[in-house]
């Protein structure tokens, strides 16, 4: 069903949800009850408004310089991060569902990572074998018997939520080294309040700008009990970094300073700035830095990026690290296959937010399930992130099915498989008209004194029809998310 | 503040003062062109002269044609003082402290470089190079204006108006010293029309025709100099200028002025106290140009000690100077 639209007259008649779940329509193609508002207003625009709308956010993101880098991209490195006005709505009980699942999840997560570096109790028990943990990439054998400032290790995650065919929602992956993208989510807030003020008030969206005073809160928390106003930093490898502005966001929005390595030095057992009047001491690190590159003395002796020393100030206490260095062990891709048993062994519960199912190349019966089927299932490096070393069985060609195949075969440890998802569509304008795109929701979640989940989080978007991946690097743009307050919250 | 940014926000403002000083050379000379009787040749070398370039120009260039100098010196990315050039280094500097300076002027930076960046592309230096010229001083006002009113006049500001006076020291002291080595060794033509013109594009470059007519009226070369380096109120003026520097300079350390307690204090304050008392026709008598190419030189050397002061790491194993809360202890 394709009917053509009248020129600048955006209107939703002619769009097809062509059987994916839609985040804005039933199947019927009623729009959802969160959602009438919006579509009524959108409805009731003058001819060409839309579109003008579009532009406006646009013009406003470029101006701002709200741009990320991309890597192996000499042209441009820079690049404005695609964005659509259309915003993606998440009611009220939906979220309920999420966010006691995140809890959930995050809470095993961590004592699980606390445990790992401590007594190995799971591995004692026979949950998670010994061999999978030790040859986790992101096992940090200096970390062992560390004990981070308040028993804390994720203190900052950003879970990746998909939805399938039918509406139920997955958690994809649990991202709890540094994960980047809550810039977008304030930015990307302020533009959509000035393009939809009326719906926006009417349909009592939850707030998301609390966020950077609820990470000072949380950073602030994690100081020495000696020291009585703290010092934050944040630590960022620098300008040419793919997150820089977020980095450089993050340190304005909160008012501390952003410090690159070369801004910091260790003496008499403390991290110190270097400032035009002489050192001044930094209780804090809210590092956007690699666990590798830290310390040249303790991880990477060739990085330049950090702070020799930083590492034992650390483990004596005298600087705080967010997140903590080896928290990416529970970011493996394997190690995400246990997660429902490793919330079961620490918490006695069943998973409020289910894995994808995932398989496990390194299990024989598996790989070879996975190797005869590689036409259909989604291939992930078990330590990559942002979308990089990943095969979409169904989209790819036979060549580079064949050289995942061979890649599996030789380090089935570093690859698991999962079913090829047909994710949830939200509408996105597209020249003149509105066309479903498939799109995931990154939330983020705090823990400091307490666990928190800001209501809203990061609709990524697979701007190319069709695709399934929504990384920034790879051709993704992104919406806002609306969280709607239900009975119990006033707004 | 951290010596990085401090830094980083000085270069940021050097840069945006350097964009603006090469729009009013190239432009000016422009404007000065269509003034010229038919048949007089095109002076463009004199332009690779002010921005100090010599060398490089002619590596890449040769001839100082027109269009040779004004690509030279608006898009070359590879001449570092080239407008284009200078906008990327300002905005590269101001990403890096964005979270320091205001959104606004952040915005406008990178409007700036846009602005450039796509007239670039377009083509429209040569074909529409008034309005360019124009575009790139008026934005650089704009820079300087919205710095003043959205930035707090704290460390990080001071280390901004730093960097911009010392930069419009020097260029308005380069132009000067071109220009009268260029026009005065024809002294038969003092008075004549042509010498004028010549002269009042001088002073337009700066954008001071009209505040020098205002204090000397008519035009002669040895009141223009004493405006342009000596005046106490032109804002361009090279003693303005260190005048306002100092200023900022003791706002940052919070030593008086008259003192020092660092070598960018002493050296700045010397060269102030220079121009304070010296007047034209000695600095004429003794080499006008002698006497300027020893002020750039010694604003140099200031310019060296602001990074031996502020900016340069400390060795690791000195014991550190602490700073917590208030109670602050001076470096040196």
Redesign the interface.
């Known amino acids: 069903m394709l009917l053509r639209v009248r020129s600048g007259l955006m209107q939703f008649t002619a769009y097809d949800t062509d059987g994916f779940f839609d985040e804005m329509f039933e199947t019927d193609g009623r729009p959802r009850a969160g959602s009438a508002l919006l579509v009524q207003r959108i409805h009731g625009l003058p001819q060409g408004e839309l579109l003008q709308r579009q532009r406006a956010a646009e013009q406003a993101l470029l101006h701002m310089g709200i741009t990320f880098n991309v890597y192996g991209d000499e042209a441009g490195t820079e690049r404005i991060f695609p964005f659509d006005v259309i915003p993606r709505i998440v009611e009220a009980a939906d979220w309920a569902l999420i966010e006691r699942g995140l809890k959930q999840r995050i809470q095993a997560l961590n004592l699980f990572i606390d445990d790992v570096y401590q007594a190995q109790h799971i591995i004692n028990d026979g949950i998670v074998p010994a061999f999978l943990i030790n040859s986790a990439k992101c096992f940090l054998r200096p970390c062992v018997g560390l004990r981070p400032p308040r028993g804390i290790w994720c203190h900052i995650t950003g879970t990746d939520l998909v939805r399938d065919r039918n509406g139920q929602i997955y958690v994809l992956e649990d991202n709890l080294r540094c994960p980047s993208g809550v810039s977008y989510v304030l930015e990307n807030r302020q533009v959509l309040k000035r393009t939809f003020p009326q719906v926006f008030e009417a349909s009592r969206v939850r707030p998301v700008d609390d966020y950077p005073s609820r990470l000072l809160e949380m950073l602030q928390y994690l100081a020495p009990d000696s020291v009585t106003s703290p010092t934050v930093v944040v630590l960022t490898p620098g300008l040419y970094n793919s997150a820089y502005f977020e980095h450089a966001f993050l340190a304005q929005q909160m008012g501390v300073e952003l410090v690159e390595g070369r801004d910091l030095v260790v003496a008499d057992g403390f991290v110190f700035m270097r400032t035009t009047k002489g050192l001044q001491r930094v209780d804090v690190i809210y590092r956007r830095l690699d666990d590798d590159f830290l310390d040249p003395l303790t991880f990477r002796s060739d990085s330049l990026l950090g702070v020799p020393g930083l590492f034992e100030v650390y483990q004596a206490g005298h600087v705080a690290l967010a997140n903590a260095p080896g928290t990416g062990v529970a970011d493996d891709k394997v190690i995400y296959a246990y997660v429902p048993k490793i919330i079961r062994y620490y918490l006695g519960e069943d998973s409020i937010l289910p894995n994808v199912p995932t398989y496990i190349c390194w299990d024989d019966t598996e790989r070879r399930h996975i190797l005869a089927n590689l036409d259909k299932l989604v291939v992930k490096a078990a330590n990559e992130s942002g979308g990089y070393g990943m095969l979409i069985g169904p989209h790819a060609s036979a060549a580079e099915r064949a050289m995942f195949a061979e890649r599996i075969q030789a380090a089935p440890r570093n690859y698991i498989a999962q079913p090829t998802l047909a994710l949830s569509r939200a509408p996105v304008i597209v020249e003149e008209h509105f066309e479903g795109r498939h799109v995931d929701l990154r939330p983020y979640i705090l823990y400091g004194q307490e666990i928190y989940v800001l209501p809203g989080g990061l609709t990524r978007v697979a701007l190319r029809k069709g695709s399934l991946v929504v990384n920034s690097s790879q051709g993704g743009g992104s919406k806002d998310t609306w969280v709607l307050a239900g009975e119990s919250h006033a707004c | 503040?951290?010596?990085?940014?401090?830094d980083s926000i000085y270069w940021l403002n050097r840069y945006i003062e350097r964009a603006e000083n090469v729009a009013r050379f190239i432009d000016v000379n422009l404007q000065l062109m269509l003034d010229l009787p038919a048949g007089t040749t095109e002076q463009w070398a004199p332009l690779v002269d002010t921005t100090g370039d010599r060398v490089l120009f002619q590596e890449r260039y040769g001839v100082t044609t027109r269009e040779n100098v004004v690509a030279f010196l608006t898009f070359d990315l590879d001449n570092p003082n080239s407008i284009y050039a200078c906008l990327r280094a300002a905005r590269?500097n101001a990403?890096?402290v964005?979270?320091?300076i205001s959104?606004e002027m952040?915005?406008q930076v990178?409007?700036f470089y846009?602005m450039v960046r796509d007239a670039v592309a377009q083509g429209r230096v040569l074909a529409e190079s008034h309005t360019f010229f124009t575009e790139v001083k008026m934005a650089s006002h704009l820079f300087v204006g919205i710095t003043e009113v959205t930035m707090s006049h704290s460390?990080g500001w001071h280390f901004g108006r730093l960097g911009h006076l010392l930069e419009r020291a020097d260029k308005t002291s380069r132009i000067l010293d071109v220009k009268y080595y260029l026009l005065l060794p024809h002294v038969a033509d003092v008075g004549t029309p042509v010498d004028d013109i010549q002269w009042s594009a001088v002073l337009k470059s700066a954008s001071a025709l009209e505040m020098y007519r205002k204090r000397f009226g008519r035009i002669r070369p040895d009141q223009v100099a004493d405006f342009l380096m000596l005046d106490r109120e032109f804002p361009r003026a090279m003693h303005y200028c260190l005048v306002q520097a100092e200023e900022s300079l003791h706002a940052?350390s919070g030593s008086p002025i008259g003192t020092f307690q660092n070598l960018a204090e002493q050296r700045l304050g010397r060269l102030r106290s220079e121009l304070d008392y010296a007047q034209i026709d000695e600095i004429i008598a003794s080499g006008l140009h002698e006497f300027l190419d020893a002020f750039q030189a010694k604003l140099n050397n200031v310019g060296t000690a602001i990074f031996e002061t502020?900016?340069t790491?400390?060795p690791?194993t000195d014991v550190?100077?602490?700073?917590?809360?208030s109670q602050?202890?001076?470096?040196r």
């Open positions: 503040m951290l010596s990085r940014v401090a590269e990403r890096s964005r979270e320091i959104s952040w915005e990178n409007t846009l460390e940052i502020f900016v790491v400390r690791v550190p100077t602490l700073v917590q809360g602050m202890m001076r470096t």
